[in-house]
C-alpha cells in the first residue's frame, strides 16, 4: 500500500506522479484550446512538438532518478495530452483528492488507476459534482492550505476559472483542523499576461521561509499583501508580467534546499542559489506554451 503523505511544498519528496507528453495528440484547434496561452500558440504556428515535449519531461524524470525519487507515470493514453498531472489530482495529508476536472479530461484521471488502487480506499475521495477544484490552485503550507480561486459571478463563463467558492469551502469541512485561506485570482481568457491560471502560477513557498510572488496575479491587493507580510518582504522574490507569462513561480521542490527549475529563468535561478538552494535547471520552455510549468506537471504523493 502506498502511505501518502504531503503536507507542504518542500519536504523531501519520496514519490511523486509525473505526466507523459507521449503520444501527445495532434495540435489542438483554436476551439479546443483550455487557455490563452495555448491559443496564442496554435494562432503563431508555434505550439509546442510532442518530440520536445518528450525530451523535457525526460529531464525532469531524470533529476528524480538522481535524488532516489520513486516516479510513477500515467499509462499511455493514445492522442491524449496527459502533461499536466496536478490538474486531476491532489495529495493533503494522506488523502488523495481528485478533482472534477473538464469532462473532456476524465480519462486522464482512468489512467492512474493502477496508482489509485495502492492507495487505501477510505483516503480517496471525489468531492461532490458542484465542487470544482484543481491542484494547481491548493498550496500546502502546514498548518495552512492556500487556495486559488475566482469569485466573480460570471465564473462559469470562463474556462480558465479552475476552483469555485465551493471547492474551497469543500476544503475547510474535509480538513477542518486546517487554516484555509483563499485568494481572488485575475482571469483573461484572451490574454496570457493577464491570466493566473491557478494559484501557483502568481504564487508559490520555496526554501523553509521564502516564496515567489506576482502582484498582479491577484485581484484583491489585500490578499497579495498578507502573503507579502506572512512570509516577510525580504523573503519574497517579486516576478514581473513577463516572468509571470514564461511561469517563473510554477517550480517545484524536491527538497527545502533543492529545487527543480527551468534554465532561463535566470534571475530566479540567481536568487534561488543566493538563498543557499540547489538548482535542478532543465529545459521546460516547450511545455510553458501550455501555461504550464513543473508544478504543474507534478504531483507529489510522498513527502517526509
Keep these: 500500500m502506498l502511505k501518502l503523505n504531503v503536507k507542504n511544498e ?96 476524465e480519462v486522464e484521471l482512468e489512467a492512474l488507476q493502477y496508482v489509485i488502487d495502492q492507495i487505501n480506499p477510505a483516503k480517496v475521495i471525489r468531492p461532490p459534482e458542484e465542487v470544482h477544484i484543481e491542484g494547481g490552485d491548493v498550496m500546502l503550507w502546514n498548518d495552512y492550505i492556500f487556495i486559488g480561486t475566482y469569485r466573480g459571478e460570471d465564473y462559469a463563463d470562463y474556462i480558465v476559472a479552475r476552483t469555485n467558492t465551493q471547492g474551497v469551502e469543500f476544503i475547510e469541512k474535509t480538513f477542518p483542523h486546517k487554516k484555509v485561506k483563499s485568494f481572488n485570482l485575475r482571469k483573461s481568457q484572451t490574454n496570457p499576461r493577464d491570466n493566473a491560471l491557478h494559484l501557483d502560477c502568481c504564487f508559490q513557498p520555496v526554501g523553509k521561509n521564502k516564496a515567489i510572488l506576482h502582484k498582479e496575479g491577484f485581484l484583491e491587493k489585500e490578499e497579495y499583501e498578507w502573503l507579502l507580510n506572512y512570509f516577510g518582504k525580504d523573503n519574497c522574490f517579486i516576478i514581473s508580467k513577463e516572468e509571470m507569462y514564461n511561469m517563473n513561480s510554477n517550480i517545484f521542490s524536491i527538497s527545502e534546499d533543492v529545487v527543480i527549475s527551468e534554465k532561463n529563468f535566470t534571475r530566479l535561478n540567481t536568487w534561488l542559489r543566493k538563498n543557499g538552494i540547489t538548482v535542478e535547471e532543465v529545459p521546460y520552455s516547450e511545455i510553458s506554451k501550455q501555461e504550464g510549468l513543473l508544478r504543474c506537471s507534478t504531483m507529489p504523493l510522498i513527502r517526509d
Design 10 to 105: 518542500i519536504s523531501r519528496l519520496r514519490a511523486v506522479v509525473l505526466g507523459t507528453a507521449k503520444s501527445n495528440g495532434p495540435t489542438p484547434s483554436l476551439e479546443e484550446a483550455y487557455d490563452p496561452k495555448s491559443l496564442e500558440h496554435i494562432k503563431a504556428g508555434t505550439y509546442p512538438l510532442e518530440e520536445d515535449m518528450v525530451k523535457e519531461m525526460e529531464a525532469v524524470a531524470a533529476v528524480f532518478k538522481k535524488y532516489n525519487v520513486k516516479v510513477y507515470r500515467p499509462e499511455l493514453i493514445e492522442n491524449c495530452n496527459q502533461i499536466f498531472a496536478r490538474d486531476i489530482a491532489f495529495v493533503i495529508d494522506d488523502v488523495f483528492i481528485k478533482a472534477n476536472i473538464l469532462p473532456d479530461r
